[in-house]
């Protein structure tokens, strides 16, 4: 059987005391549902692994699944390819970001966000922010940080689509991970 490279993005996980999932625990648990190659990346939840499921909904579901019965709660899970990661990164709008990586995001989109309301986001952006939604991620630059963005904070309800997102850094990371580098 063929292994296929996987990117997993978990939601909401250690985050103020809540749905906490130690990287270690969560490995283990993996190895359970026939993951190898496990690497895990901080404790907010960035995993890559490899599996013979070809069919992210079905890996997800699984994952997700098992994370509920062992921990008690079940998290968003966003899944991509290694290949639809690169993508990401390679689409990045904002390239001269990159030399400040803790004002670029990119929003990992569940799905194509059919009904998305750019012109609400466009009125809550702040002069030095800017953003582009390509296919399935909404990359965001804030220079002053998104910590008080209006903007970061209601993204997710005005593309109408579940979302998580992750810094420069974290999605460099991943991608030196799954290089080997």
């Not at 699984?62 to 290949?83: H, R, V, W």
């Not at 220079?143 to 999605?171: C, F, M, Q």
């Amino acid at each position: 059987m063929s292994l296929n490279s996987w990117i997993v993005l978990l939601r909401g996980i250690n985050v103020g005391g809540n749905n906490i999932l130690p990287m270690k625990k969560l490995s283990e648990m993996l190895l359970g549902l026939d993951c190898q190659n496990i690497q895990t990346y901080i404790q907010s939840g960035n995993v890559l692994l490899q599996h013979g499921e070809t069919n992210k909904q079905i890996l997800s579901q699984q994952i997700s699944e098992k994370i509920a019965q062992d921990f008690g709660f079940k998290p968003q899970i966003l899944l991509l390819t290694l290949a639809q990661f690169e993508q990401a990164a390679i689409n990045n709008p904002y390239y001269e970001a990159q030399s400040s990586p803790k004002t670029l995001h990119l929003f990992f989109l569940a799905e194509n966000a059919l009904h998305a309301d750019l012109d609400s986001l466009t009125a809550l952006k702040k002069d030095s922010e800017s953003f582009v939604l390509k296919d399935q991620v909404f990359y965001l630059h804030a220079p002053d940080g998104i910590g008080r963005s209006k903007l970061a904070e209601k993204v997710e309800r005005h593309l109408g689509v579940p979302i998580t997102a992750r810094n420069w850094n974290t999605v460099s990371k991943l991608l030196a991970l799954a290089k080997g580098k």
